[in-house]
């Protein structure tokens, strides 16, 4: 079973321009979520999908971040336009629920290192 | 009061020592525990989830929940270099489908040879 795969794994671009993250959840899962580390800090949630639509988006920074998951399947991560400190390691993780109060674990991607310059 | 919190470390201890990890969290409500491992440069990796009050055992790891006093912990067994990495307490912090998985700063293990 293929993993959760992103794609860039790395990018570098400057202040002001765009970039788009790619995110492959395993094959079934409904749920997919982006999560960001910067330098030092913990692991920040963005957002969540369920299938195609957005179930919590409480964790997005700022309108310069649109996220979506077209058809239920792969989701994509926009930054535009890109700030300094927008730089640092967003993932990708997926996880199929079964239901009831407890929940599954996440799988996670490699991460796209992104850095702004 | 962060949601999920532990310490930074860096921890370190001994080969063939036992390491002992913990995270506390805020929201009572929480069901849903999991520790992932995290090495430089690389993704999390599930280590153990756990669910119910008591001990729950996996090889070398053991993962222990106490709802009442909101805390989990992960001990390491016969810790081997190769443990050395980042190991990250992650909790579903709140109502079962209204939040994501919250996680802590993580705590850095150095296994000594």
């Known amino acids: 079973e293929a993993g959760v795969t992103q794609f860039p794994s790395h990018s570098v671009i400057e202040k002001g321009q765009t970039v788009t993250l790619r995110c492959d959840p395993i094959s079934g899962h409904d749920n997919l979520y982006w999560y960001r580390r910067v330098m030092g800090k913990e692991i920040k949630f963005l957002l969540h999908?369920?299938?195609?639509?957005?179930?919590?988006e409480s964790g997005m920074p700022n309108n310069r971040f649109l996220a979506e998951r077209t058809g239920g399947t792969y989701s994509t991560l926009k930054v535009q336009p890109a700030e300094l400190e927008d730089s640092g390691v967003y993932f990708c993780?997926?996880?199929?629920?079964?239901?009831?109060?407890?929940?599954?674990?996440?799988?996670f991607g490699n991460g796209t290192r992104l850095t702004v310059t | 009061q962060k949601e999920v919190e532990q310490n930074s470390g860096p921890l370190s201890v001994p080969e063939g020592a036992i390491a002992s990890l913990n995270c506390t969290y805020s929201?009572?409500?929480?069901?849903?525990f999991f520790w992932y491992r995290q090495y430089s440069g690389k993704s999390p990796e599930l280590i153990m989830f756990?669910?119910?009050?008591g001990d729950k055992e996996d090889g070398r790891f053991t993962a222990q929940l106490n709802k009442a006093s909101q805390y989990v912990s992960l001990l390491i067994r016969d810790s081997q270099p190769s443990d050395s990495a980042t190991y990250l307490c992650?909790?579903?912090?709140?109502?079962?489908?209204?939040?994501?998985?919250?996680f802590g700063s993580g705590t850095r293990l150095q296994v000594q040879p």
């Open positions: 992650a909790g579903f912090v709140g109502d079962t489908g209204r939040r994501a998985l919250t």
């Open positions: 999908f369920v299938k195609e639509s957005k179930q919590d």
């Open positions: 929201d009572r409500g929480s069901q849903s």
């Open positions: 993780a997926s996880s199929q629920d079964v239901g009831g109060r407890r929940r599954s674990p996440l799988h």
């Open positions: 756990i669910y119910s009050n």
